[in-house]
């Protein structure tokens, strides 16, 4: 019994030695015969691809001689310009004495003001609607792109396809680029968008330190002038006094007093909110801006694009690759139509669709 297992199980490793040496066989047969599909077809595949090749490489050549308004890939140039934004709003009450924030705030400015994201207002506004409005309406692109349907619609996307931006969290740096054919064009665009939203941030009073100081201004004036008035005032008193006008009166005392205390308070705010007036200038001259220009645009003498060189490559391989496919699908058909059993198949399949 045991010579007749030790033989069966001999015989077993035998089959699958032998299924296996017939399965590599079966493998190297079906290389061999992908190979000889390739060979039997290797003029239609160099044909295809020479054809596709040669198309491809007239028709950059055609596009490169066109004028750029005519040509149907023409060069592209972009152009960029870049800015700081500083996203921290100065506190500039901190760096001011009591005195001066408590005058402040009795003259109604207000100094505490927290953080502001002004690189999230910024991407906002260079992706809203008024900002490519506006470079449309500057450059009247209505007339240009000639949409006969939703023309606002269809003139603001063709323009976000151009004119984009980026916004870069480590360094600060915002950029607005654009792309276009005509340099000249993209460089006007570039620096009406920069100018733009430079006019937009300085509307919605970004800049605290800006804001505080006008406010700084504005206040001082107006306590400067109730000084010459209060001034004025109690010099018009005196004379009538000193002319004899007016009797001496305990109304007139009070008034006098009035005067004098009002005049002693406007001084004193006075003297305050220059010197908080005076520290936001030297403040202003150490700190940075939140909005600053770095580099504007200048008219490139690059092309940014297209890449006729890839162009050209991409279309012959895929020329090479579609002409291959198309090698092993006419083989397919041919073995299937020499195939008795296949066509059978099929012409049942046929009659039952009929």
Do not use: H
Not at 333 to 340: Q, S
Request: proline share 3%; hydrophobic share 40%.
């Amino acid at each position: 019994m045991q010579i007749d297992d030790e033989l069966n199980e001999t015989g077993n490793n035998l089959d699958i030695n032998q299924k296996d040496t017939s399965s590599k066989k079966n493998d190297e047969i079906s290389l061999i015969d992908l190979f000889a599909v390739l060979l039997k077809r290797k003029w239609m595949i160099f044909i295809i691809t020479m054809i596709a090749a040669v198309f491809i490489f007239v028709f950059s050549i055609i596009s490169l001689i066109l004028p750029a308004d005519k040509s149907f890939l023409p060069n592209e140039y972009t152009v960029t310009a870049n800015m700081l934004i500083k996203d921290s709003s100065n506190a500039n009450a901190s760096s001011m004495s009591g005195a001066a924030s408590a005058a402040a705030s009795l003259m109604g400015i207000n100094l505490n003001s927290g953080a502001t994201s002004v690189s999230s207002l910024v991407v906002y506004l260079t992706s809203s609607n008024p900002f490519y409005d506006a470079i449309a309406q500057q450059f009247d692109l209505y007339t240009k792109y000639d949409f006969e349907k939703s023309p606002i619609a269809n003139t603001r996307k063709a323009l976000k396809k151009v004119v984009f931006t980026n916004y870069d969290e480590e360094s600060g740096v915002f950029s607005i680029s654009c792309k276009d054919i005509e340099p000249e064009f993209a460089v006007q665009v570039v620096n009406y968008g920069v100018d733009w939203l430079s006019n937009r941030l300085e509307e919605l009073c970004v800049d605290t330190n800006i804001i505080t100081k006008e406010n700084l201004e504005k206040n001082l004036d107006i306590s400067w002038n109730e000084i010459l008035k209060l001034t004025k005032e109690m010099t018009d008193l005196q004379d009538k006094v000193a002319q004899g006008q007016v009797v001496w009166t305990k109304d007139f005392t009070i008034e006098q007093n009035r005067i004098e205390l009002e005049l002693s308070a406007q001084k004193s705010v006075y003297t305050q909110l220059k010197s908080q007036l005076e520290l936001l200038k030297v403040n202003m001259q150490t700190e940075s801006p939140t909005f600053q220009i770095l580099e504007r645009p200048s008219i490139p003498d690059m092309k940014s694009g297209p890449s006729r060189g890839k162009l050209c490559i991409i279309v012959t391989f895929a020329a090479f690759f579609v002409s291959v496919f198309l090698a092993f699908l006419l083989n397919a058909i041919e073995n299937i139509k020499k195939d008795p059993e296949a066509m059978a198949k099929l012409s049942q399949g046929k009659k039952r669709i009929e």
